[in-house]
């Protein structure tokens, strides 16, 4: 069965501190791909990394980086520099390639607040 | 480019009832997904379309239904509502290759059945 796990339910983290989002998932595929989103009030799901299975490295994008380790099932989000406009709800979820779908598996969410 | 736009944004209806959501693709995406994010059950995968064609289906009832334009654009009907379908619905637009391939959301419509 394929799972994603976030263990988390809420998270608090002072402004300009780093903070790490558990993301531990489960799944027989040999490919496939994890992803972050985070999710505003507002309600849309905005993209923030993705961390294909057979990448080496761990993916980055500008303050957004994923500890990925594959032996572990295991793909935590790190936020540098947490800024007030982070807060917000965010999901781990992964597709995995046998799928030939876009289908995502979603996690239950972890909410940031980020305190001044 | 223009993101994935999804009207209406919000909708009151009452039960029995039915409602059609739609949904507009990033210009050049020919997958269209759709979810459910509900309180109590979090996002749950509703359907996926790729070219016209239904290419995955999750585990909800028939009164759940789509369908994709030639244009890619892609409309989701429920029929006969419940009050537990009140939910925001999300729609997702991708370029619908397999593998790596990254989902991006348009605003959701949240649906509210009385």
């Known amino acids: 069965a394929q799972k994603i796990t976030q263990t988390q339910p809420g998270m608090f983290v002072q402004e300009k501190e780093a903070v790490t989002l558990d993301c531990t998932y489960d799944?027989?595929?040999?490919?496939?791909?994890l992803f972050w989103y985070k999710q505003p009030s507002s309600g849309e799901m905005i993209f923030l990394i993705y961390?294909?299975?057979?990448?080496?490295q761990n993916a980055t994008e500008g303050r957004y980086s994923l500890n990925f380790q594959k032996a572990r099932k295991s793909a935590n989000l790190v936020i540098s520099a947490s800024q007030l406009g982070d807060s917000a709800m965010y999901f781990c979820a992964m597709t995995p390639f046998s799928s030939n779908t876009g289908k995502l598996i979603f996690g239950q969410g972890t909410t940031l607040q980020v305190k001044p | 480019k223009a993101g994935v736009t999804q009207t209406p944004r919000y909708l009151i209806k009452t039960r029995g009832q039915q409602v059609t959501l739609s949904c507009s693709p990033i210009?050049?995406?020919?997958?269209v997904s759709w979810y459910q994010q509900t309180p109590g059950q979090g996002l749950q995968f509703l359907f996926e379309y790729f070219s016209e064609t239904q290419r995955n289906k999750g585990n909800f009832p028939g009164r759940f239904s789509g369908r994709q334009f030639s244009n890619s654009r892609s409309e989701m009907n429920v029929s006969t509502l419940e009050l537990g379908d009140s939910a925001l619905y999300l729609c997702?637009?991708?370029?619908?290759?397999?593998?790596?391939?990254?989902?991006?959301f348009g605003p959701g419509t949240r649906l509210t059945v009385l």
């Open positions: 961390q294909g299975s057979y990448d080496q």
């Open positions: 799944t027989s595929d040999p490919s496939y791909g």
């Open positions: 210009s050049g995406h020919r997958s």
């Open positions: 997702a637009s991708s370029r619908g290759q397999p593998g790596a391939d990254t989902q991006y």
